[in-house]
């Protein structure tokens, strides 16, 4: 398996904005807390490196999102268990070349990365708009009044965390209280990692 300092300088040979690399420094602490929480302890780190490379192509190749991935993977020697977990995030959206992702998340982690990928961006811009910039202090009502403003971090589908709830078999009230979760207890490692990034 690739290991996190090698995944991490191929997320940044590939992505440059410091958005695109916290969001993905987001995902990986979150993946992790997710695999502790369910039982998966030990493929944290795992888990952690899928959600670190789950957006390897976005930045450069948008409208190939999921599409370019596997190439780019590939290059650099990465598991095809990784490449196909990375792309199967994308199942069922058609990206912006017109072709729909049809690599389907079958493994719990699949599914974790599917379902938490836009949440964990709808809370950070929540997160954005509170006096301290912080999840720590977020409320699950808070982000559920966030949630159903339809205006609000629009580009966040509801469609696919919706979906991704469904996959995993739970309530959509369990992701967001757990997503939520997740990124106030990784809230300070996210942060020391973006300092270094």
């Known amino acids: ?59 450069l190749y948008p409208e190939e999102h999921c599409i370019k991935a596997p190439e780019l993977l590939k290059d650099a020697g990465v598991d095809d268990d990784i490449i196909h977990a990375v792309c199967s995030h994308g199942y069922g959206i058609t990206v912006g070349c017109g072709e729909t992702i049809d690599v389907e998340p079958t493994r719990e982690m699949e599914k974790v990365l599917f379902a938490v990928d836009e949440l964990t961006g709808l809370i950070g811009a929540a997160a954005l708009m509170r006096p301290s910039k912080s999840t720590k202090d977020m409320e699950l009502k808070s982000l559920k009044k966030k949630y159903k403003s339809k205006g609000f971090a629009a580009g966040c589908s509801r469609e696919v965390i919706e979906r991704g709830a469904d996959q995993l078999g739970w309530e959509l009230n369990q992701l967001l209280e757990m997503t939520l979760q997740a990124m106030s207890e990784c809230e300070d490692e996210i942060n020391a990692k973006m300092e270094v990034a």
């Open 1 to 59: 398996m690739i290991s996190r300092d090698d995944a991490f300088k191929l997320l940044k040979k590939y992505n440059k904005e410091s958005f695109h690399i916290q969001h993905a420094i987001t995902v990986e602490e979150v993946m992790k807390w997710f695999a502790n929480k369910l039982n998966y302890g030990d493929e944290a780190e795992y888990w952690g490196i899928v959600g670190l490379l789950h957006d390897i192509d976005f930045e």
